[in-house]
């Protein structure tokens, strides 16, 4: 069956040091990944798309990889702020189909 | 402001009875969708809406019902034949459901629980 996997820990990490979330999927071929935002009690906000045929995509502090071998996303912050703590979903789709989202991992960032 | 509204942000019914979520959205998005969101849990589609007077069934439709009557709206009964309906309900829309490209974006969402 197709799944898509978050840790479901939470990460702890300090302000300053880089965030790496992962993403890691089955039995899907996605041409698209897409990672969202979603604080306590508020509708996720989108925060980067990456293509199958793209390795990398970056956004201000944000970085994004997809590798489509491994299955994986990896999603980064580099010098992570307190105000980054919050959950962040990744979604795919596979094909003319709707978003299928991950169940999201909650990052904390200690001042 | 461009964007989705939904309302009530917060709802409380009684078991039986069914209840109407609101999602209205001015983004002259084709596609909108609806979420179910319980603890822990990832987003389960209930309904999605590709244009208007068309919806299909997502995960998770039983128990629940929608309209889209017109471009910007898309409403979400919750009725008594849905078993667990406590839960956080999240509207979404986007230009078009095509291959995955197309960003969503989501409502403030509406808590709904049954006493």
């Known amino acids: 069956s197709q799944k898509i996997e978050q840790n479901s820990e939470a990460l702890n990490i300090q302000e300053g040091k880089t965030a790496t979330l992962t993403c890691n999927y089955t039995?899907?071929?996605?041409?698209?990944l897409q990672w969202y935002r979603q604080d306590p009690g508020r509708g996720p906000v989108f925060l980067l798309l990456?293509?199958?045929?793209?390795k990398e995509k970056r956004k201000e502090r944000l970085k994004v990889t997809f590798d489509t071998t491994l299955k994986q996303s990896l999603f980064h912050i580099t010098a992570s702020q307190p105000a980054d703590s919050a959950t962040y979903l990744c979604?795919?789709?596979?094909?003319?189909?709707?978003?299928?989202f991950g169940k999201g991992t909650m990052l904390l960032v200690s001042p | 402001d461009g964007g989705i509204t939904q309302s009530p942000k917060y709802l409380f019914r009684k078991e039986g009875q069914n209840v109407t979520l609101s999602c209205e959205q001015n983004?002259?998005?084709?596609?909108m969708y609806w979420y179910r969101q319980d603890p822990g849990q990832g987003l389960r589609l209930i309904y999605y809406?590709?244009?208007?007077?068309?919806?299909q069934k997502g995960d998770i439709a039983e128990g629940y019902s929608v309209s889209r009557e017109k471009k910007e709206s898309f409403p979400l009964t919750v009725t008594s034949a849905q078993k667990n309906p406590t839960a956080f309900y999240l509207c979404?829309?986007?230009?078009?459901?095509?291959?995955?490209?197309?960003?969503?974006?989501f409502g403030p969402g509406t808590r709904l629980t049954v006493l």
């Open positions: 039995n899907y071929s996605p041409a698209y």
């Open positions: 983004l002259n998005h084709d596609a």
């Open positions: 979404a829309s986007s230009i078009a459901v095509s291959e995955g490209y197309n960003e969503q974006f």
């Open positions: 990456i293509r199958e045929n793209e």
């Open positions: 979604a795919l789709v596979a094909g003319y189909s709707t978003l299928t």
């Open positions: 809406s590709q244009i208007v007077n068309d919806f």
